[in-house]
């Protein structure tokens, strides 16, 4: 499976944006997809995931401003951020996995695969 971040841009605090991990190369219905973002000068972190059943789990400290839905049609997957703050400035990218269950899905090394990662900046 390969996979395309995109989206990322530069909004100021209040705004929106939404990201889209777009996949290539495998029937994609079947994966897990999550959302990690790393912040410059600190690790990489869980934003968010959806099952292939559509249900999702969130950092708890996102809860309520993210968003993640998926299309398996167009084999896509998206992460719509509101309410943004400049703390949410970072490199966001996607992921994928099939063998995921409910303790690792925040586990970055539970995904297979990985997209090259989008940049979102946050001015205040």
């Known amino acids: 499976v390969q996979l395309q971040a995109s989206g990322g841009g530069l909004v100021q605090a209040g705004g929106s944006l939404r990201l889209s991990c777009a996949a290539s190369?495998?029937?994609?219905?079947?994966?897990?997809v999550g959302w990690f973002r790393q912040a410059p000068g600190k690790e990489r972190e869980f934003v968010g995931t959806?099952?292939?059943?559509?249900?999702?789990r969130y950092a708890d400290s996102l809860q309520g401003r993210f968003t993640i839905s998926r299309d398996n049609a167009k084999v896509t997957v998206y992460l719509q951020m509101n309410s943004l703050k400049p703390e949410d400035t970072a490199v966001y990218y996607c992921?994928?996995?099939?063998?995921?269950?409910?303790?690792?899905?925040?586990?970055?090394?539970?995904?297979?695969?990985w997209g090259q990662g989008t940049q979102v900046t946050v001015s205040s």
């Open positions: 992921a994928a996995g099939s063998r995921l269950i409910s303790s690792t899905l925040s586990q970055e090394t539970a995904y297979d695969y």
């Open positions: 190369g495998r029937t994609f219905s079947g994966y897990t």
């Open positions: 959806i099952r292939w059943n559509g249900h999702t």
